[in-house]
């Protein structure tokens, strides 16, 4: 298991970093698709599904997607007009609490109606 979380955390920490030496490169449009990429689900169903199956995979799916439109979407909304008005940090800050909110929200319903669940 130990094992398993350092792959995890290597593969994730070589992702992250990719897309930012790709930004400081000046390959912003390289970056920028790589951000889009949907890397972190790819690599973490990638093990999930060797660990549990497709079905296992399949409901994360699911509960991710509804997950993103509950929560990341806001947060990026919001980032994305704050940013020029009040800062980058500050914006980053309002939406990752926006984010957390609506997020908890989220997890409050799947939890009490036991939605996502094989």
């Known amino acids: 298991m130990i094992r398993d979380a350092i792959l995890y955390f290597i593969v994730g920490g070589v992702v992250t970093s990719s897309i930012v ?5 000046g390959l912003r449009l390289l970056s920028g698709f790589a951000t889009l990429v949907p890397v972190f689900t790819v690599v973490s169903y990638f093990f999930i599904g060797g660990l549990k199956g497709g079905a296992a995979v399949g409901q994360h799916s699911k509960f991710v997607l509804v997950g993103t439109l509950v929560s990341w979407v806001p947060y990026m909304l919001a980032v994305a007009y704050l940013a020029p008005r009040i800062g980058t940090n500050k914006a980053i800050g309002v939406g990752l609490a926006i984010f957390l909110i609506l997020s908890l929200a989220f997890l409050f ?3 009490r109606y036991n939605l996502f669940q094989e």
């Not at 030496?21 to 490169?25: G, V």
């Open 109 to 111: 319903v799947v939890y």
């Open 21 to 25: 030496l790709l930004e400081q490169s």
